[in-house]
Nanobody, 125 residues
């Protein structure tokens, strides 16, 4: 069983930055696929970024490439998402997800066995 707890959300103006954290209850060395997803009101959940440690690979949605960075600190058992140059369209609840034994780890994947409770990001114009 893996428990995930997100933090770091908040309200910022357009152009601002936030860093989201996702603390895992187990050693993240053993979680080969982790990712960030978001859901805006009235919209479906979408993949933002994933990190596949088996292949040292990261994947990003086109809408966030060059602005967001996903990274993992195994010493702290924490996954991060650095959000820069935020836009109003980034408004959403952001969720962390994890799969210790993935077959794939792309942002198109929506089924993960473990999810956090979410943290809200609000960007004002």
């Amino acid at each position: 069983q893996v428990q995930l707890v997100e933090s770091g959300g908040g309200s910022v103006q357009a152009g601002g930055s936030l860093r989201l954290s996702c603390a895992a209850s187990v050693n993240t060395v053993n979680i080969r696929c982790m990712g960030w997803f978001r859901q805006a009101p009235g919209k479906e959940r979408e993949g933002v970024a994933t990190i596949y440690s088996s292949f040292d690979a990261t994947y990003y949605a086109d809408s966030v490439k060059g602005r967001f960075t996903i990274f993992k600190d195994n010493a702290k058992n924490t996954l991060y998402l650095q959000l820069n140059s935020l836009k109003p369209e980034d408004n959403a609840m952001y969720y962390c997800a994890a799969d210790p034994w993935p077959n794939t780890c792309t942002i198109q994947r929506t089924a993960f066995p473990y999810w956090g409770q979410g943290t809200q990001v609000t960007v004002s114009s």
